[in-house]
Antibody, heavy 116, light 108 residues
Framework: EVQLVESGGGLVQPGGSLTLSCAASGFTFSTYSMNWVRQAPGKRLEWLSFIGSSSTTIYYADSVKGRFTISRDNAKNSLFLQMNNLRAEDTAVYYC?????????WGQGTLVTVSS | EIVMTQSPATLSVSPGESATLSCRASQSIGRNLAWYQQKPGQAPRLIMYGASTRAPDFPPRFSGSGSGTEFTLTISSLQSEDFAVYHCLQYKNWPMCTFGQGTKLEIK
């Protein structure tokens, strides 16, 4: 069974940094591309970033480009999202997801709150 | 950026009846559209992709149609477990993709 478990969320001050992790199991992680998606309170889901299976292909949404960095460690079956210069509008539940289009495997999400 | 607009924002329907949810794209996206269901406190679940290909976890009472800029998700014979928020997702320029703002399907 595909399992994705996010961690690393919490309360951070504006301008601060946070790194989210996503532990994958139940599939051969190194052969799948991965995504980060977030959902701010009362807002629509927002795709943030994509990383190919070997990390050679990476994309970001304009809203986070230059501030967020996606990465992965295939040896540890883990996906990461480093978030810098956080703003109040980055407050959201952050999900890692595999196969957004055909499989729809998502974790349960981790809450990030940006507030002073 | 392709903007997705869902309507209505909230739809009140009685169990056993049918519900029709709409999603409009700001430009043509072919059939590059997926639908997700989300219940409170849960991650979204994929219902449909390619506008009309149903994911294995969902029964035939869920059907999708449309192409270009206009899409519809129809749920017939609504069951209690179908009441949730539904999101559309366009992926014309995958992996860059955008979601609609969601339609809340509530019990009338």
């Amino acid at each position: 069974e595909v399992q994705l478990v996010e961690s690393g969320g919490g309360l951070v001050q504006p301008g601060g940094s946070l790194t989210l992790s996503c532990a994958a199991s139940g599939f051969t992680f190194s052969t799948y591309s991965m995504n980060w998606v977030r959902q701010a309170p009362g807002k629509r889901l927002e795709w943030l970033s994509f990383i190919g299976s070997s990390s050679t292909t990476i994309y970001y949404a304009d809203s986070v480009k230059g501030r967020f960095t996606i990465s992965r460690d295939n040896a540890k079956n883990s996906l990461f999202l480093q978030m810098n210069n956080l703003r109040a509008e980055d407050t959201a539940v952050y999900y890692c997801a595999r196969d957004l289009i055909t499989g729809g495997h998502w974790g349960q999400g981790t809450l990030v709150t940006v507030s002073s | 950026e392709i903007v997705m607009t869902q309507s209505p924002a909230t739809l009140s329907v009685s169990p056993g009846e049918s519900a029709t949810l709409s999603c409009r794209a700001s430009q043509s996206i072919g059939r590059n559209l997926a639908w997700y269901q989300q219940k409170p406190g849960q991650a979204p679940r994929l219902i449909m992709y390619g506008a009309s290909t149903r994911a294995p976890d969902f029964p035939p009472r869920f059907s999708g149609s449309g192409s270009g800029t206009e899409f519809t998700l129809t749920i017939s014979s609504l069951q209690s477990e179908d009441f949730a928020v539904y999101h559309c997702l366009q992926y014309k320029n995958w992996p860059m993709c955008t979601f609609g703002q969601g339609t809340k399907l509530e019990i009338k």
